[in-house]
């Protein structure tokens, strides 16, 4: 058994509180990095060692395996899972596979459907539908959304419209495929399940009296992590398991509900302790994992969200010593922004930051590729996480063998630019003018589009290549961007980032169109709230380091066609303007830490001691020649600022303070000859 005071060891007041709450009705509304997982276990073991539970009575539930595994790990850790302690920690699929295993009537015989595609593409055939192969996983995430959100075929075109779905055919022909893929899963009295039906079954079972008495008589006490993720038929599977009973312990942060397509809602969270209203609510805002200028950051990102309920807000408070402030950076396309990411990256890890300690974080996985292939070009170690890598994709994959078989061909018109001829071969694989509907489909040209600007990259000079040497040079880049077996920079989703944290994290894309994306702003205010609870978890991924990117065209265009994201809006990035530090945002008092933009005790990592030794000698040349003080010619602080920010240009030295026009005139190229390593002097 685990001992008591080393149940509470560690743990702040509020942590103890949700510990040491009475058995029955407990919601703990747990902001990022505060902590939530050690104190549900923490919980868990209490009640064991208070000897109110037994360990085989609890069960405690979450949605990914990876999020299970760490629960058992604590949970065994604390002395309380394994053998002879048989605490269970499962998703919610596992725990209902298991209790289907076990109370399934014998007359019945059923298998588990490990992939429902195939089911479904003769479902869509049944009704005549033409389907691709995005379309048809369209249709498969919709019938998983209509099951998880309790809606039945009947139900779908109503819910669908309600919820204003984005499918890529009419609702009426998706209930008609909904009513088919059901009825071709039955046959007499052999079932094929699907994933949702696990749960849908195991709730029915559990409505049989006799059946339910006994679950019940096994578990006394239940315990959900990531409350907020709970979708209808998961919660309908927790009401049936729980009975009349209220020993239950929930968990979750409303401002991290980022599944809403998938059915998950935040409703039952927000209305715990209506259901309850006895229940004990413990709030944790203590954020262990990122620093005071992250989190301020966050607080500010999520107090504009317009769905949040009175008495659910959690404003989360920095437990960590400061660090540098976010850091912005515009560019004029999305390669400069990929190369200046990679720029960065190298510096962090030149610095000392393991490759493994940083992430690149983008909105859809088609982003990933321009960030994959400058961080090869940098010699950068990645890992692309929650998605393959960019050329291993199907679409990918396929668009290469359409281009290699065209380049084979004889017939290829001449004297018109490749792209044109590479546009035409992938048009027919959905690479349209216009965007298509349907998240598959979109996904499929979001990647189709990429590749167009790989091979813009590669006609650049030669608009008129032969199309055999542009499949080789992509041919080339492909193979040089496997994903690396070592450790490395993580490039991932921000949904697939989630309950996952980084030393440095790059948030890049961060446009209207991306950040929210489209599809989002189309659909009005809800959505776009769940886009900023996207960008939240985001942010808070970081715990000291963050980098928040945008470039304003797509390609090298002139003119700007794309703006920062709205949800930066109002926000003050730039520590500059602020008379803050730029290294840990505290206020500057004096005038020389106000030239450098810094404390005099943060040291700036682009400061090259190099370049400021050879700063220094120039001003002691330059003051000899002129016969005054080297002081009177440039500070210390002017020295460090110029060191640090590295102007290219007689503009950005003059925006420097302390360096005016009359210093510009006397020696201004002077000193651009000493940054840039060439001779300027009059």
Partial sequence: MPDHHRILEGLDPEQQRAVLAPRGPVCVLAGAGTGKTRTITHRIAHLIDSGQVNPSQVLAVTFTTRAAGELRGRLRALGIAGPGNSVQAQTFHAAALRQLRYFWPRELTWELLANKLPVVARAAHHVGLATTTESLRDLASEIEWAKGSLTTPEGYVAAAQAARRDVAFPAEAVASVFETYESAKRDGAHLLLDFDDLIIYAAELLADPAVAADFRSRYRCFVVD?????????????????????????????????????????????????????????????????????????????????????????????????????????????????????????????AGTEPAEIAVLYRVNAQSERFEEALTEAGIPYQVRGS???????????????????????????????????????????????????????ARWESLRALMSVVADVLVDQPTMPLSRVVAELTMRAEERHTPTRPGVTLASLHAAKGLEWDAVFLVGLTDGSVPIMQAIDKGSGAIDEERRLFYVGITRAREHLYLSWSLSRSGSARATRRRTRFLDGIDLDPRRSGRCTVCGAELVNPESRVRRRCGSCRSEERDDELVTALRSWRSDHARRRGVRERAVLTDAMLDAIAEERPSDVAALGAIPGIGPVKLEQFGDELLGVLHGGSRAR
Wanted: no cysteine; charged share 25%; proline share 7%.
């Fill in 388 to 442: 393959e890598a960019f050329f291993t994709r199907t679409e990918i994959v396929q668009a290469m063998g359409k281009l290699r078989a065209a380049a084979q061909r004889d017939d290829l018109p001449a004297g018109v630019e490749t792209a044109r001829v590479v546009r035409a071969v992938l048009a027919p694989l959905g690479l349209g003018d216009t965007e298509p509907v349907g998240p598959q489909a979109k």
């Fill in 226 to 350: 990531e409350y907020q993720d709970i979708t209808p038929v998961q919660q309908q599977l927790l009401d049936v398991w729980l009975g009349e009973r209220d020993n239950l312990t929930v968990v979750g942060d409303a401002n991290q509900t980022i599944y809403s397509f998938t059915g998950a809602t935040a409703a039952h969270l927000l209305d715990f302790t209506r259901r309850y209203p006895d229940a004990t609510l413990v709030r944790l805002e203590r954020d262990y994992r990122s620093t005071p200028e992250v989190v301020r950051l966050a607080n500010q990102v999520i107090a504009a969200t317009d769905e949040r309920a009175p008495g659910t807000r959690l404003e989360l408070i920095g437990q960590r010593p400061h660090g540098p402030v976010p850091r912005p950076a515009e560019f004029a396309d999305e390669l400069r922004e990929a190369h200046g990411v990679a720029a960065q990256i190298k510096h962090l890890i030149n």
